[in-house]
């Protein structure tokens, strides 16, 4: 490979301690920083929106207009040739069952309330928010401001790529498969270089049900993805009273009702930020998984890559890429880039390098005899042509991010604890009982983003120090123990590179567990890629995890998000129920974050 070796960054600051009271309940950052609460669940996105109410009594419509719950993925995108504005751009997830006054309610029926349902459809799905520095040079939002928009579970998007109009779309409320409802579990995102941002479909599956065990079981586009075949759908018995969420053949309505329904999430969604009138587009070209991210690499050319994993255990890693190079000069032909292209899955060997394997009609058995007749069913059922082809099981493959610098792409492999008989270990995914994770570092040959082999190394294994004693004075046992050069953490899970090339880490582990018990609460970490050096930044509030990373065009501003609070930050009072809430860290000093 031709990789050159990136600019050694500084990391100044002094690293913190873990926090491990059980009852701490705010956000600690580095000496000489600042972390304020920038924007919560429930606040104000659309002009006319309701104030929160503490009691969590705000109706679905006036959620429809506030924040969305459980903020994760995030990107800051500056107005062009203003750098002291910008739009943000944040993903919210999924809901907590603290959205309502008390729960999540069911009728004598067993059915959902419709008004609960709405709301908590309404509180998925992104929020762009305007912000802008103000003449103290501390960034503010705009509020009201044209841009601030509220997509949702409700809102209606276009499709584009291979699947526009295919009869795998077809519903009895969609014949032409051309327009889908809304967007679920947005985890990670994506960005492009033309200024549009790119939401993913993380856990859709769960809230899907197929009554008809016999249909599941041929049915590839739901077993694969383990659709519930219970009473109702995983999550939040949404399948009990809107029908759209029940996939159980029903050959009574067209197109047998919501079979397909299923197949019309999974995807990237494509927003434009700068226009707020435009309809978000599903662009089908990416194939469909429970797909935490999408980081995209640009080479000097314009050759993109986007990078994605799928974040069940032992599933893959993919990349996709575009036919066309992004082309700076005529921003209008970079409009379409996403729907033609090819999709890969990762393979990697036991002796470091790696392969690429395309997922292509036609090619590697991926026929209409193994049931991919048309270039629609790989992309429908990407995990099962993945399979086909041979790709690497991986220990629950998270975020991507890639080096700015070289384009290395860094990927969290979170973790994966109840292994069971999913895979075997193999070099990428070592460890048997894997409590930790790992971050593995891939690196393209000559750092071209559309290369179909590479070489890999493991980054860091995540766990406890050698030789390092649990709360009861016992010594860890080896599979705790990782091989950090620095600070401890678990369960990396988001990751984004700054400017200058630090790599920062974001854990997602259950801090109640005693397995964490020397992890303390959930933080972010700045890593140096060159030395491996770890150190520790921040801490979240008991409960949380921290998720999303995004910075201002000068990288003096630095937003995270702290997802699903348990006690009650951002007020930290221990009464007001808790809200998930973007962060924004400033150095006293004015200077770039991390320095
Ligand atoms: Fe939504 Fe895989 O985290
Ligand atoms: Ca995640
Ligand atoms: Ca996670
Ligand atoms: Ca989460």
Partial sequence: GDHAHPPVPYIGFQAIQPRTDALFDQVVVAEGYQAKAFFSWGDPVESGATKWKADASNTWQEQLKQAGDNHDGMHFFAFPNDNNRGLMVIN??????????????????????????????????????????????????????????????????????????????????????????????????????????????????????????????????????????????????????????????????????????????????????????????????????????????????????????????????????????????????????????????????????????????????????????????????????????????????????????????????????????????????????????????IMEDHADPAATTFNWSLFVLAGEKPGSTDVNGNKVPDHLVGNIQGDIFSSPDGLGFDRDGRLWIMTDYDDDDPVMANMGCNQVLCANPQTQEIKRFLVGPRGCELTGITWSPDYKAMWVNIQHPGISYPASDGQTRPRSTTVLITKNDGGVIGT
């Fill in 92 to 441: 919210h997830e999924y809901i907590n069952p603290t959205l309502h006054q008390n729960g999540l309610n069911y009728d004598d029926q067993g059915k959902r309330l419709l008004d609960d349902v709405k709301k908590e459809q309404a509180a998925h799905g992104v929020s762009v928010i305007e912000v802008k520095k103000d003449s103290l040079g501390e960034w503010q939002r705009v509020y009201p401001s044209l841009y601030n928009r509220r997509i949702s579970a409700l809102t209606p998007m276009k499709v584009s790529g291979p699947l526009a109009g295919h009869a795998l779309f077809k519903t009895a409320s969609d014949p032409s498969a051309m327009e889908i409802i809304g967007t679920l579990n947005n985890c990670s995102n994506g960005f492009t270089p033309w200024g549009t941002y790119l939401a993913c479909e993380e856990n859709w599956h769960n809230y899907f049900v197929n009554h008809d065990k016999k249909d599941y079981q041929s049915r590839v586009s739901h077993k694969r993805y383990g659709i519930s075949t219970g009473k109702e759908d995983n999550y939040y018995g949404w399948s009990t009273i809107d029908a759209r969420f029940d996939a159980t053949p029903n050959d009574a309505l067209p197109h047998q009702g919501y079979v397909n329904e299923p197949n019309r999430f999974g995807w990237v969604v494509e927003i434009d930020p700068f226009d707020p009138q435009s309809k978000p587009v599903k662009r089908t070209a990416f194939g469909r998984f429970c797909r935490e991210c999408v980081a995209p690499a640009m080479a000097d050319n314009g050759q993109l890559a986007f990078y994605s994993g799928d974040d069940t255990r032992g599933e893959y890693v993919y990349k996709f890429v575009p036919s066309q190079r992004f082309d700076k000069a005529d921003m209008h032909k970079n409009r379409d880039i996403l729907d033609e292209g090819t999709l890969y899955v990762g393979r990697f060997n036991d002796d470091g390098t790696g392969r690429w394997l395309p997922l292509i009609h036609g090619n590697e058995g991926l026929t209409a005899e193994n049931g991919f007749p048309s270039q629609a069913e790989v992309l429908v059922n990407a995990r099962a042509a993945a399979d086909m082809l041979g790709a690497t099981p991986m220990d629950r493959p998270e975020w991507a991010t890639v080096n700015p610098h070289n384009l290395d792409v860094y990927i969290s492999l979170t973790n994966n604890y109840k292994r069971g008989k999913a895979f075997e270990v193999n070099a990428a995914n070592p460890r048997p009982d894997n409590r930790h994770g790992q971050i593995i570092k």
